[in-house]
């Protein structure tokens, strides 16, 4: 009672916790206790974490996802970084919705800094993209993946792919084809560098 409105607001105490002194005579006490796949939670090992959240909503006051995008965005009543690792285990990947959340993140940390019961969010973030990847339906995710892990892991392919871009820096599109278009609808592809860092360093130094 004292972590909860500390952690969210600031305040001393909250105007929201109802106390009961349980039935008085004459009346019957009823306990439901819901579920609703939390136990399948309690059995990942990485996701359990989540279930600790006291709903004080302190990473959704620092999150920058959270800030822009608001909370209908994540379509369940838990929105923000909790949402985002929260839904998804209780949920499934059924939906498109539920597939994205997990990267509905920057991974900046901010949310596991200010988490008054240190709920590692990025690893659980981390922990359900690649359970995401590994449905299979992102094949040409996955694809793209391995090739830009191929050249950022060789220096020799690296530096050829970056005097590439360079070169042809004229042919940058503006716009991306086909299903990345998106992507291009509200932001600028930026061109490449006329030289790499590389090569400037190579030169000058």
């Known amino acids: 009672m004292q972590l909860l409105p500390r952690s969210s607001t600031g305040e001393r105490m909250n105007p929201y916790t109802s106390m009961w002194t349980g039935a008085t005579e004459g009346q019957d006490f009823h306990l439901v206790l819901l579920d609703n796949g939390r136990t399948d939670v309690l059995a990942d090992q990485v996701g359990r974490q989540a279930l600790r959240c006291i709903r004080c909503s302190a990473c959704l006051n620092v999150c920058p996802v959270y ?7 994540y379509g369940s009543v ?23 959340l997990p990267y509905a993140s920057t991974l900046c940390g901010a949310c596991y800094d200010v988490c008054p019961v240190a709920i590692d969010i990025p690893e659980v973030l981390l922990d359900l993209r690649a359970k995401v990847a590994a449905t299979g339906r992102h094949r040409g995710e996955r694809l793209a993946m391995a090739a830009a892990r191929r ?47 590389r090569q400037w360093w190579k030169e000058n130094r």
């Not at 800030?67 to 965005?73: K, Q």
């Not at 599109?173 to 490449?192: F, Q, S, V």
């Open 151 to 197: 050249v950022l892991e060789s220096p020799a392919l690296l530096a050829t792919a970056q005097r590439a871009a360079g070169r042809f820096r004229r042919l940058t599109p503006r716009r991306l084809p086909g299903p990345l278009a998106a992507w291009t609808d509200t932001r600028d592809i930026p061109a490449p560098p006329t030289e790499s860092f």
């Open 78 to 100: 838990y929105p923000g970084p909790i949402g985002a690792i929260l839904t998804p285990q209780l949920r499934g990947f059924s939906s498109e919705l539920d597939e994205s």
């Open 67 to 73: 800030e822009r995008a608001g909370g209908h965005a």
